[in-house]
């Protein structure tokens, strides 16, 4: 969405600060993958809920026909409203409750992605106690390094997620002892916002040499599943507004050695959403200091932490100037000093009043907002309501 298609004189209407997503690119996006997916035999793609559970953008993810990715009991209840049928919802997540299992097992999900022994054991438990047989996969860390930021980098050995590779074995004989479990694959994830497919090869080379030490002992699983991590264009969504989808699964379809029968499970967040959601927030005053030049808006870190929280870059356009630009830190209300969503950058000539839009944050905006300092959620409106 280009600065010139925000529909500015709607926006009068609404409080700021405010998520704005873009439906149209929202469907665009999923049409792509569905068809970039759909090349290849096997396929299933999982949205991941924690990048944003709107429930609007969940119900349109869902007609779409993808299946949820989950990481607490709060988003199986949030993709079951929306109506993803439970055959297609996987539940990951390093520290599961009883309740969370229990509600995992009450709505036959499609499967637990198991990140340890002793969870194993609560899961066989609590199946027991239900009469159910609990589908698991076992999340394995491959030790593949990701070019991502270190806080979002998960595949590594040292990392909390996930169980040792040399552990694999053992594991997998456990589980086969325990009668209200039935293991159906392997999990993996490496990490988040990855634009270098040589990461995702890297990946499937240890997949591979997983499964022929597998087959050596005579074990066949139904399911594996790489997680997600496509990264998106955070320096041009309106060059780049869908991802590679092409090359990304062309990546797994070349390199990855599937079984027969196997079928190969995506778990997508932020290359479905990111680019459809932009933080829109309007200018409070203009701040001259001796050397900067301050806008500041109404929206703060409690709107989109991404940038305090990781230091991310996210394009900002002023909707209501064309003037010639300035050089401005773009800095929020809270009383906290990382309260910055960007230092000296060029904006057109910003006033009190203009609307700005903070790109690309359709992806762990909204859903990662908080109310510090008392403050308001912000709203999320689709394309389809303004």
Not at 120 to 136: D, F, M, S, W, Y
Not at 284 to 294: A, P, S, T
Not at 349 to 368: N, P, T
Request: charge should be negative; glycine fraction near 8%.
């Amino acid at each position: 969405m280009t600065k010139g298609q925000f529909p500015i004189s709607k926006f009068e209407q609404l409080r700021t600060p405010f998520y704005y997503y873009d439906v149209e690119l929202l469907r665009e996006t999923l049409r792509t993958i569905t068809r970039e997916a759909g090349q290849h035999e096997g396929f299933c793609v999982h949205y991941a809920i924690k990048a944003n559970a709107n429930p609007k953008l969940l119900k349109i993810i869902r007609e779409a026909g993808l299946g949820a990715d989950c990481v607490s009991g709060g988003e199986i209840e949030a993709c079951v409203r929306a109506g993803f049928p439970n055959n297609k919802i996987v539940y990951a997540g390093v520290g599961k409750s009883d309740w969370e299992i229990n509600l995992g097992l009450d709505n036959d999900i499609f499967c637990f992605n198991v990140e340890s022994i002793p969870e194993l054991e609560v899961i066989n438990e609590l199946a027991a106690a239900k009469g159910k047989v609990a589908r698991v996969a076992f999340r394995l860390n491959p030790n593949v390094g990701a070019h991502t930021h270190a806080n979002i980098t998960t595949g590594l050995a040292e990392n909390k997620f996930g169980i040792d590779m040399r552990d694999m074995q053992k594991v997998i004989d456990e589980a086969s002892q325990m009668e209200h479990i039935r293991v159906v694959g392997l999990h993996f994830h490496i990490g988040s916002q990855i634009l270098d497919m040589g990461d995702f090869e890297a990946l499937c080379n240890r997949i591979n040499d997983l499964q022929n030490e597998l087959e050596r002992h005579r074990i066949h699983l139904e399911h594996i599943n790489v997680g997600g991590g496509l990264g998106i264009d955070y320096q041009h969504p309106n060059r780049v507004p869908i991802p590679d989808f092409k090359a990304y699964f062309d990546t797994y379809a070349k390199k990855l050695k599937l079984r027969s029968g196997q079928t190969l499970h995506f778990e997508l967040g932020r290359a479905i959403v990111a680019q459809c959601g932009s933080l829109i927030t309007r200018t409070l005053y203009i701040k001259e200091g001796y050397v900067k030049k301050f806008c500041i808006v109404d929206a703060g870190f409690t709107d989109l932490i991404r940038p305090a929280l990781y230091q991310a870059y996210h394009k900002i356009e002023n909707l209501s100037s064309d003037e010639p630009v300035e050089t401005y830190d773009v800095v929020g209300p809270i009383c906290e000093s990382t309260d910055v969503f960007a230092k000296q950058i060029d904006l057109n000539k910003a006033h009190r009043g203009d609307f700005l839009a903070i790109r690309s944050a359709g992806a762990y905006g909204e859903i990662m907002a908080s109310q510090y300092n008392c403050r308001q959620l912000p709203m999320g409106y689709t394309s389809e309501e303004v």
